[in-house]
C-alpha cells in the first residue's frame, strides 16, 4: 500500500462516520479497513433466504436522542418507526421488561399490586427509573418485598447467567441499565428517534461509505507497518496497545439462529428468559421490518466467556478495575 492519508480501521458504525466526515468535510482520502469480511461491524445484518433480515450478531435497534446523530444518519436511511419493547417469562407469565407497572399489575393479585403501585409511587414518583439495587434500601415492607422478588426473579439468575457474576460484583451501571420503571410505558428505550434503517443496517452503512474519497478494504487486519499520516482507531483498544497494560475482559455471546416452518415463534421481537433455561433471549428478526414469511427465524442467545481468537467481544465487563485500565 502506497502512503495512506486517513486510514480509519474498523467497518463499523463509528469507522464509517469518521470515513465519511473525513471524506466530506474535510475533502481528503480516506482508506478503511476491517479485518472481517463485511460491513457494518457489530450491526451487520443481510436477507436469509425467506427474505427476513437478520442481524448476525443480535438484535440491533437504533436509538437516539439527539438529534444531529439523527439528522446526520438518516442522510442515508429511511426508518421503519420501531419503538422496541422487551418482554421476559416471569413465574411463567410474559410481562414486559424492564420491570414497570404494568409487570407489577400483571403478576400480582389487584389489591395487592394497587398497594405496591401507590408505595412506589408514593416513594419515588411517577415516571421514574428506579435502580433495583436502591429499591432494595427504600426502607418500606411493600417495596423491600418488591425489590427482594424483582432480585430473585428477574436480576440474580439473568446477571449470573448474563455476566458470569452476582448483581453486586458488577459496576451499579450496569444494573441500572435494566431499572423498575415506575411507568406504563413499556418501551425498552425512552430515546426521542427510535428505528430501524428500512433496508438493514449494512446497506446504511454501505450507503454512508460510497463517497468518492472512501476506499474500503475488507478482510485487512490493522498493522502498526502501514505507513499513514493519521489513524482513526475503533477497534479494541488493549489489543492496539498489545497487552501492554494487561487485557480489558469481555463476555461474548454464542448466537444459535433457528429457522421454523411457521409464520411466528414469539409474541414480541426479544423474550428474556431470567430465571429458566440456559439462554438469556430469543430475538425473532421479523419483527424489527414486519418481514413477511410463512417461515421465521430466531436467534438464541447464550452468554460465554470472551476468548481472545476463539469468540467475539461483545459486552465490556464493567467494574472500576476494568475502568481505570482502559482510562490508562
Ligand atoms: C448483542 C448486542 C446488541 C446490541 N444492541 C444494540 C442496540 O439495540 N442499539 C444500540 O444502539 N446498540 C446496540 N449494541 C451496541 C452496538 O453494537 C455498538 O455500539 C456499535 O455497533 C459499535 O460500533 P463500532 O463501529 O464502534 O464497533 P463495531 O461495530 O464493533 O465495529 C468495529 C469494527 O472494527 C473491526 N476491527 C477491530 N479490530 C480491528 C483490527 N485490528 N483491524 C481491522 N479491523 C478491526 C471489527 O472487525 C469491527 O468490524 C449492541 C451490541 C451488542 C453486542
Sequence with gaps: MDKIKNLV??????????????????????????????????????????????????????????????????RFTRWYPCQHKVKGLVDGQIVPIPFNLNSLHQLFPKSMSNEIEQCLIGKFGFNVKVPILELRKAGNKNLEFLAEYIYQKIFLEYTLKQWGVKPEEIDPSVTGRVPVYISRDDRYFQDKYQGIPLEGYTRLIEKILDHQNIEVCLSTPFSKNMDYDRLFYTGPIDEFFDFELGELP???????????????????????????????????????????????????????????????????????????????
Excluded at 466526515?21 to 478503511?32: S, T, Y
Aim: aromatic letters at 18%; charged letters at 25%; a negative charge.
Design 250 to 328: 469481555y463476555r461474548s455471546i454464542h448466537l444459535d439462529f433457528v429457522e421454523f416452518p411457521y409464520e411466528k415463534f414469539q409474541d414480541a421481537a426479544v423474550i428474556n428468559y431470567p430465571c429458566n433455561y440456559d439462554w438469556t433471549r430469543i430475538g425473532e428478526y421479523k419483527y424489527f421490518l414486519n418481514d413477511k414469511s410463512d417461515r421465521t427465524v430466531v436467534s438464541y442467545e447464550y452468554p460465554t466467556a470472551f476468548e481472545r481468537g476463539k469468540n467475539e467481544r461483545y459486552y465490556p465487563i464493567m467494574k472500576a478495575e476494568n475502568q481505570v485500565l482502559y482510562d490508562r
Design 9 to 74: 480501521v474498523g467497518c463499523g458504525f463509528s469507522g464509517a462516520v469518521f470515513a465519511r466526515r473525513i471524506a466530506e468535510e474535510w475533502n481528503e482520502k480516506v482508506v478503511l479497513i476491517d479485518s472481517k469480511n463485511h460491513i457494518a461491524g457489530n450491526c451487520y445484518d443481510y436477507l436469509d433466504r425467506n427474505g427476513i433480515c437478520v442481524h448476525k450478531y443480535g438484535a440491533h435497534i437504533f436509538h437516539t436522542s439527539i438529534k444531529p446523530v439523527w439528522d446526520f444518519v438518516s
